[in-house]
């Protein structure tokens, strides 16, 4: 079966039929804004939100799996904006297509927690730039805590027309850049479960947070499972 098109007359963002325009609009962007839990992904999204807006621009907020567990955009500043939450098999194109339908512009897209897109969502995506002239902004981790790859980050490093590193660095325990995600389970940095664990990177402490966190850490101490002198335990690498 084939995919339901996006493109073509009809949709809101539809080039204006006026000379050569319609044949060479301004390209629209796939950009992609990456690092590890902390950096400021969150905070970058809402202020890229926020200045494409003041420019009369019509955005959607997208996000899955925020940290505050509501269909929001949340940042550790204090930032927080309404965003629609989706799941794995959404299929992004119809959700701008479903505001088209209600007589929306989509100027562009701002995706939080961009490193849970399926391969296919993130080809989407390039397909609402290509086609539909919408500019979409990717925010999400470099890395698992496996320090592999997430497989939304790997499909948007392959496809974006620009990627940058969010450029605020977080600090290792030791004061060396951060650039790796540990999860700690209990007081001990773990190497086993599922990819996707929503958690935050301080344990609150509160019982109903779970035993796990994230510990942003640099390379050595993540591959030594060093987590320093913190005071979420003993500091070890769980075995086995
Ligand atoms: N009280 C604070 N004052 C200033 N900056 C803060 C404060 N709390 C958090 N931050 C900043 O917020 C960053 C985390 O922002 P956030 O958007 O939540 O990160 P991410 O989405 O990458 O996990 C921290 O690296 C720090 O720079
Ligand atoms: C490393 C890692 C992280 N996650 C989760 C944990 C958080 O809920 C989000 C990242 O949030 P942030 O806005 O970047 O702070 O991702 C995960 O599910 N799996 C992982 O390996």
């Known amino acids: 079966m084939s995919p339901p098109q996006v493109t073509g007359p009809g949709g809101p963002n539809a080039v204006p039929v006026?000379?050569?325009?319609?044949?060479?609009?301004?390209?629209a962007?796939?950009?992609?804004?990456?690092?590890p839990m902390d950096c400021g992904k969150s905070t970058l999204a809402l202020q890229v939100d926020h200045n494409q807006s003041r420019q009369g621009r019509h955005g959607l907020l997208l996000t899955q799996g925020d940290r505050s567990a509501a269909p929001q955009i949340s940042s550790r500043v204090g930032l927080v904006r309404e965003a629609r939450e989706f799941g794995s098999d959404t299929d992004l194109r119809l959700i701008v297509r479903e505001r088209w339908a209600q007589g929306h512009r989509v100027d562009y897209l701002i995706v939080d927690e961009a490193q849970f897109l399926t391969g296919t969502q993130v080809e989407q995506l390039a397909e609402l730039v290509d086609d539909s002239h919408v500019d979409v902004y990717a925010f999400g981790l470099t890395t698992d805590f496996r320090t592999r790859l997430f497989t939304g980050t790997q499909r948007l490093l392959e496809l974006a027309d620009e990627v940058q590193r969010v450029q605020v660095q977080v600090l290792c325990w030791c004061g060396l850049p951060a650039l790796l995600n540990g999860r700690v389970v209990e007081g001990s940095l773990v190497r086993e479960g599922a990819t996707v664990v929503v958690a935050d990177t301080a344990p609150s402490g509160a019982a109903e947070d779970g035993p796990v966190h994230y510990q942003v850490l640099c390379r050595r101490h993540h591959a030594r499972g060093q987590l320093g002198p913190t005071p979420t335990g003993?500091?070890?690498?769980?075995?086995g």
């Open 18 to 27: 006026a000379g050569d325009r319609r044949r060479h609009p301004a390209p």
């Open 29 to 35: 962007h796939l950009v992609f804004f990456h690092g």
């Open 234 to 239: 003993p500091g070890q690498l769980a075995l």
